[in-house]
């Protein structure tokens, strides 16, 4: 199963998640996309997918096909991206998108692998669209997280601020990890493989914590620091 899984490899872009594709057969790679959808189904649950199949050619068929596959499983295909003309004239017959907004390589940061659990990223600054955060450990804000920024912790996230954008904190796979905010109005939340719903503005917000309940299912409460 690992080899199949590993002929698609999936991260986090500006607009949802990106798919990329090996060099193998289409049937293959189709088959190892859904296997790993169905393997964290709650994860991907509600998901905006772009793919990036090289140079893969690819049909009507092929397309609708996968299209159908996925939104099955509640993930919505929006963006096929290719270096073959007949996959590219395709995806805009099926009106796909053909091109990608990709995270800034300025905004982006990169850690060694020597951080250990209890280190902390702090930023000082509020996270504007297209802005993405990835840190292996845990993350502060002092500002508002606005649509189309994202954050991405192995550890905790702690935001001084309004959220609107997407956090995921947890990301491999850490279900003790929390998100606290002063106003989690975030489009989406994620810890480990639980994701929430999209959560609606509040008109007088109160500091709230996400974390995942005994159910196994991720909640927000008020957050009493004391």
């Known amino acids: ?22 060099d193998a ?16 189904s709650s994860f991907f649950h509600g998901a905006r997918l772009a793919m990036d199949v090289g140079t893969q050619i ?9 299209r159908d596959h996925l939104s099955e499983r509640n993930v919505v295909l929006w963006a096929v991206v290719s270096e073959s003309p007949v ?27 020597t951080i250990t659990d209890d280190t902390a990223l702090f930023v000082n600054k509020t996270l504007r669209s297209g802005t993405r955060i990835e840190f292996p450990g ?12 994202e954050i991405i912790a192995e550890g905790n996230v702690i935001v001084w601020g309004r959220v609107r954008g997407m956090i995921h904190a947890g990301s491999k796979g850490d279900r003790s990890a929390f998100i606290c905010a002063l106003d989690l109005s975030a489009n989406q939340l994620r810890i480990a493989d639980e994701v929430s719903a999209m959560l609606k503005p509040q008109k007088d917000p109160k500091p709230e914590i996400a ?16």
């Open 87 to 113: 996959t590219e004239q395709t995806a805009q017959l099926l009106g796909l998108a053909t091109r990608i907004s990709k995270p800034r390589p300025e905004e982006q940061r990169q850690f060694a692998d």
């Open 25 to 40: 057969a289409w049937e293959d790679q189709r088959i190892a996309l859904l296997t790993q959808i169905d393997e964290r």
């Open 58 to 66: 690819l049909k009507v068929n092929d397309l609708v096909d996968l």
């Open 1 to 22: 199963m690992e080899q199949i899984t590993s002929l698609v490899q999936i991260k986090g872009i500006r607009d949802g998640l990106l798919a990329t594709f090996s």
């Open 138 to 149: 845990h993350v502060v804000v002092f500002g508002d997280i606005n649509p189309g920024a």
């Open 211 to 226: 974390s995942i309940n005994s159910e196994g299912r991720l909640q927000a409460e008020m957050w009493n620091a004391g």
